[in-house]
């Protein structure tokens, strides 16, 4: 079914990721996987391109592409190719940038917004903690006041681009006895003293991008490092969370749909019993049933994305969105790896890193639970 929701300038926009993939990203697949990061080269030739600025205004140096589906076409381009760079650019591209847009003062977005707009600040976001990531109005980071500072005490982990980053918006309790209505975020400079980053995670997938743990011992900063409103940023976290969760949906579905089609490739090659192994009737119904499951998904997500660039979208559809695409993809690439044969569970081959690569997604940014625990609540129940 043909999609209906990007028009020419989408499409010239995709061609121009492509181009980037391919020049700048994929003859350098194998250093990416043993340094577990991506180098700052990479980062600012994609800058470079206009691709890490869509949703900064121009007169900070971005694109100032208010329309969502250009990053969405950034999303499905990069998940295609490598699901860990689309991680990282989802993070530092869709991620960090609206909190900085949206609340921050004209000093705040002079100060940072070009820098990540070009590849040269590149940032990460600190919400979970290493006693939990689902519950977020229980973190425990404190930043109290101190004269005129705020002093950042606590630990954040599994922080997606936390190695690399040169700026972490941090949730840190300011008022704590408020629990969820006490938290705040502060824009935190990796270069201020008291800041220190464990070591790069080794993760089950997505071995490209750098995960970090990180450190805050008497971290000092002033007001004009606070993002938001005082004691408001658990509520600053909801407004934006749903934009997340579209993403990581418009990315799960564009992952899975690739790894199918080039599936759908291998099937009609491999043969067993003298005909292609597609041709049986188990894996030809197999196969009809994962692309009716792909396209579905696909179609409520660009339901979504269109919400979405009309300013309809709703926390429930977005949790909607990222759980169900999240399963899905789960359960295609599953179906992938097995109609890979043994081929499926050699690294060498994308289905089998993609397959490690996308387990990750029924857990982060809200898990699959917390999803349905949301849309439950939105049930009455
Ligand atoms: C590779 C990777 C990258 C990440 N990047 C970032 C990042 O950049 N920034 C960041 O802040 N975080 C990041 N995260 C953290 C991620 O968002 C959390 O792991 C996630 O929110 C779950 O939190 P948790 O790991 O503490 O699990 P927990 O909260 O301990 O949950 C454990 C299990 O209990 C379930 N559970 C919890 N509460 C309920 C409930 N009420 N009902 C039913 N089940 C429940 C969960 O669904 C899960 O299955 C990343 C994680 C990974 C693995």
């Keep these: ?46 800058g470079e391109q206009g691709l890490l600025g869509l949703g900064i205004p121009e007169e900070y140096g971005g694109s100032g592409a208010e329309d969502f589906r250009f990053a969405a076409v950034l999303g499905e381009e990069t998940a295609k190719v490598l699901a860990a760079l689309n991680s990282c650019f989802g993070i530092h591209c869709d991620t960090v940038p609206p909190y900085f847009v949206e609340l921050g003062t004209e000093e705040q977005k002079q100060r940072w917004l070009p820098g990540m707009a070009s590849g040269e600040i590149l940032s990460a976001i600190g919400m979970t903690e290493p006693g939990g990531g689902s519950d977020l109005a229980a973190l425990k980071t404190t930043a109290v006041r101190d004269g005129d500072e705020w002093v950042i005490n606590g630990s954040k982990t599994f922080i997606t681009n936390g190695y690399s980053a040169d700026l972490v918006l941090v949730a840190a309790k300011t008022s704590p006895e408020k629990k969820a209505r006490g938290i705040s975020l502060f824009a935190v400079e990796t270069s201020k003293e008291g800041f220190s980053r464990g070591r790069k ?38 407004q934006w969370l749903p934009q997340e969760r579209l993403g990581s949906a418009i990315n799960n ?129």
């Design 253 to 381: 579905v564009a992952h899975a749909k690739q790894i199918l089609i080039e599936t759908l490739e291998y099937t009609k090659e491999r043969q067993a019993f003298g005909q292609p192994i597609g041709s049986f009737q188990h894996n030809k119904f197999l196969l009809a049933e994962l692309f009716t499951q792909i396209e579905v998904a696909e179609a409520y997500v660009d339901k979504c994305v269109m919400a979405h660039v009309h300013g309809e979208l709703t926390a429930i559809d977005a949790a909607k969105a990222k759980w169900w695409s999240a399963q899905a993809q789960s359960e295609v690439l599953d179906h992938c790896v097995q109609l890979h044969g043994g081929y499926g569970f050699m690294n060498e081959y994308r289905v089998a890193r993609a397959w490690r690569d996308a387990r990750v997604t029924k857990i982060w940014a809200g898990s699959n639970e917390i999803m349905k625990e949301l849309i439950g609540r939105d049930l009455g129940l």
């Design 1 to 46: 079914m043909r999609r209906e929701i990007y028009d020419g300038d989408h499409e010239a926009f995709r061609k121009s990721v492509r181009e980037f993939m391919e020049r700048s990203v994929i003859p350098n697949l194998d250093s990416y996987a043993e340094d577990k990061a991506f180098p700052r080269e990479m980062w600012l030739a994609a």
């Design 201 to 238: 995670l080794d993760k089950v997938g997505q071995d490209e991008s750098d995960t970090a743990e990180l450190f805050f011992d008497n971290v000092r900063v002033t007001d004009a490092e606070v993002i938001g409103e005082l004691d408001q940023g658990f509520i600053h976290m909801m």
